[in-house]
């Protein structure tokens, strides 16, 4: 059973950045995207941003210029790079995988992110 492991969040100040890390326990094959999700206090989960299989990336409107997705296949990881935070960006960030044909995506158990203003 592949595990996704978030790490890198934290409490920071407006303006600050943070590095997100999702690591996978064991090769990921079939992979068609992978996905940072957002869930704030009391909100539904959103998509972040996204990354597919052939490097094409996309972004929420509101993350667009200051966050980064980017993926290491030979590590197993997605990564987020997030700066300019603000407020807003406050919530907990899931890391998701998406794999081609009937099987069902990966989830990991969230990483805290707190922006103070």
């Known amino acids: 059973q592949v595990q996704l492991v978030e790490s890198g969040g934290g409490l920071v100040q407006a303006g600050g950045s943070l590095r997100l890390v999702c690591a996978a326990s064991t090769k990921i094959f079939s992979i068609n995207r992978m996905c940072w999700y957002r869930q704030a206090p009391g909100k539904q989960r959103v998509l972040v941003a996204a990354?597919?299989?052939?490097?094409?990336?996309n972004y929420v409107d509101s993350v667009k210029g200051r966050f980064t997705v980017s993926r290491d296949s030979a590590k197993n990881a997605l990564y987020l790079q997030m700066n300019s935070l603000k407020p807003e960006d406050t919530g907990v960030y899931y890391c998701?995988?998406?794999?081609?044909?009937?099987?069902?995506?990966?989830w990991g158990q969230g990483t805290q992110v707190t922006v103070s203003s």
């Open positions: 990354i597919d299989s052939g490097g094409r990336r």
């Open positions: 998701n995988v998406q794999r081609l044909g009937l099987v069902s995506d990966l």
